[in-house]
């Protein structure tokens, strides 16, 4: 890695608007998409985006990942309806999903039909770490500093320093 970063051959880049940083891995396999109406990408300084992870924009709505984030391998990040921020020295493990974004239920209409809805944007503090496999809903905080537990489901603001788990999440101490 150099100032410069790393761009795999194997990444596939269909979006055009992505700001990168110094220092960033997009490593083989990584999926950068956006919807003809996606916003913007932006991904900080010494970010790292490993294998078969994917980042996907639409609806006006955009991703930012702060400096020294990393998301590992097939995590997906996906903002539509409402932005995803993603905060400095957060770490996502594998196989995790963000979603800014929920689909409709009326049952007048198909599923494939429906309108998406959210509860408004998702963010992940500074200092954040996603265990493997957890599914961040729309409209969620997750505070500075806290632990989400493997194969939990967020769907609730969650305060700084703590430590969570469960389906759906809860609060399950306080980091001290």
């Known amino acids: 890695m150099t100032d410069n970063g790393f761009l ?32 913007s990408i932006v991904i900080g300084n010494n970010v790292c985006l490993y294998k078969g992870s994917g980042i996907e924009t639409g609806q006006n709505s955009s991703v930012t990942i ?31 999903g963000i979603y800014s974004y929920d689909h409709g239920m009326d049952k007048q209409q198909s599923l494939r039909e429906q309108s998406l809805t959210s509860k408004g944007k998702v963010v992940l503090e500074d200092d954040v770490w996603l265990g493997y496999g957890v599914v961040v809903t729309s409209g969620v905080t997750i505070g500075e500093g806290s632990v989400i537990a493997a194969n939990s489901v967020v769907t609730k603001d969650i305060p700084p320093y703590s430590i969570v788990g469960g389906n759906p999440a809860k609060v399950l101490k306080s980091r001290s």
């Not at 795999?8 to 003809?36: C, F, P």
């Open 8 to 39: 795999s051959h194997r990444a596939t880049i269909q979006h055009n608007s992505v700001k990168v940083g110094k220092s960033v891995l997009i490593d083989d396999d990584v999926i950068l998409y956006q919807r003809k109406d996606g916003g």
């Open 66 to 96: 702060k400096d020294k984030a990393s998301v590992h391998p097939r995590s997906q990040i996906s903002a539509y309806v409402e932005d995803v921020i993603v905060g400095e020295n957060v770490m996502i493990a594998p196989n995790c």
